[in-house]
């Protein structure tokens, strides 16, 4: 092999690995429209007046589907979509923390939670929002 061909290989190496990571981050690039967070906090505002457990359940539903309709990939679990927000946030062990309260809210037969704490969980989420829409 003379010193051209191992150019014009490298070179083709380059592009492919090029096209391959522009087809990644397109397919997995978010856009969230502004005016979906803002329609999205007024409902989770909403959401405040309901029980806490409800309030909770509520707040996150609508979080996670706002979240959701951002992503260009729409094969993308949940899970792997939470935990790729997860990872902006500023307060990332507050978050999981207040998702894993309402999985328990969720799953849980008698598990009750107080005003206090559904509220400091919707201030999470409505941050969540916040932080992605940036």
């Known amino acids: 092999m003379n010193l051209s061909s191992i150019l014009i290989y ?17 397919f997995n690039h978010r856009e969230l429209n502004q005016n979906l967070v803002k329609e999205a906090n007024k409902k989770i505002k909403a959401a405040e007046s309901l029980e806490p ?8 539903k609508i979080m996670t589907n706002t979240l959701k309709s951002s992503y260009k990939n729409k094969k993308l679990t949940a899970a792997k979509m939470l935990k790729d927000i997860a990872k902006n946030l500023k307060n990332e062990k507050e978050f999981w923390f207040y998702h894993r309260m309402r999985n328990k809210i969720a799953h849980e037969n008698n598990y009750k939670i107080n005003k206090q704490d559904a509220k400091k ?4 989420f409505q941050e969540a929002l916040k932080t992605v829409s940036i």
Request: glycine share 0%; hydrophobic share 70%.
């Open 10 to 26: 490298s070179f083709l190496f380059l592009n492919i690995a090029l096209f391959l990571m522009f087809l990644y981050l397109e």
């Open 53 to 60: 457990n409800l309030s909770i359940l509520e707040a996150h």
């Open 121 to 124: 969980a919707i201030k999470v």
